[in-house]
């Protein structure tokens, strides 16, 4: 079995193009199963670019995605979330005028048909339950509007709700952008408990050194092209990421 074959996600010559300006340019990667993967470069480098594409939410210029060995690259974003590929987009994306509960409902959307079946509301119930456990805060704001949550609040319930669709693979769009350094921590050890639990993830994220502190493998992506991949021990001790993207000489 080829590496590609083994692997969860296999992406093959992506490139992406708005007008005549190439965002992504063959880009090649995998992403293991129950593995933790950061993809990681400056502003504008294409690393939203590179996940929209994947879900579908950009055209794709060239390449393909293959997804748990079988090919999406033509299929709709919309038929994604049921086969358990979710993303948790920048801005996080929450219902603000819809409260905590019902966003969270919200998320067990693509889970086609689990209501109609006998044991459909409560493991919608218990899957509820376990996301308020997880997430004492939203616990304690269940009742209120998503759009008066901080912004920490926020981004904690836009994880929550997409857990409720029960991903094998989370994608997730800079999660620490516009938080302070205590709430940044948090998001981390949450979504290092997530991929520690089994729930394949890859991560987009600015804040280069926490990303590839949790990595199993880590992506470096510069000008919508892949310059480096390694572990992400590999990473941080590498001379180029240390220069260009955590500040050090």
């Known amino acids: 079995m080829s590496q590609s074959e083994a692997a969860l996600l296999s992406v093959a010559g992506l490139s992406v193009a708005y007008g005549g300006i190439q965002a992504v340019r063959q880009v090649s990667f995998n992403v293991p199963h129950r593995g933790l ?5 400056a502003n504008g480098a294409g690393k939203t670019s590179v996940l929209r594409a994947l879900c579908g939410l950009t055209p794709k210029a060239s390449g393909e995605v293959r997804y748990d060995g079988e090919p999406i690259t033509k299929t709709p ?3 994604l979330p049921a086969r358990g590929l979710i993303l948790v987009p920048e801005g ?6 819809m409260t905590v509960l019902e966003n969270l409902r919200l998320g067990a959307y693509c889970r086609e048909g689990f209501l109609a079946k006998p044991s459909g509301k409560a493991d919608l119930q218990a899957d509820l339950d376990a996301q308020l456990q997880s997430f004492p805060r939203l616990g304690e704001r269940r009742s209120q509007l998503a759009g008066t949550l901080s912004g920490g609040e926020q981004q904690m319930l836009a994880i929550a709700r997409a857990l409720m669709g029960r991903p094998r693979l989370l994608l997730l769009d800079e999660p620490s952008m516009g938080l302070s350094p ?4 948090q998001v981390f050890e949450k979504i290092q408990a997530i991929a520690s639990a089994g729930t394949t993830i890859l991560l987009v994220e600015q804040n280069a050194r926490m990303a590839l502190e949790i990595a199993s493998l880590g992506l470096v992506l510069e000008s919508g092209e892949l310059i480096l991949q390694g572990s992400g021990e590999d990473l941080l001790k590498s001379a180029e990421v240390r220069a260009a993207y955590l500040g050090e000489e």
């Open 182 to 185: 205590i709430l940044v921590d």
């Open 37 to 41: 993967v950061a993809l990681i470069g």
């Open 92 to 97: 996080r994306g929450v219902f603000r005028r």
């Open 77 to 79: 974003a919309s038929e």
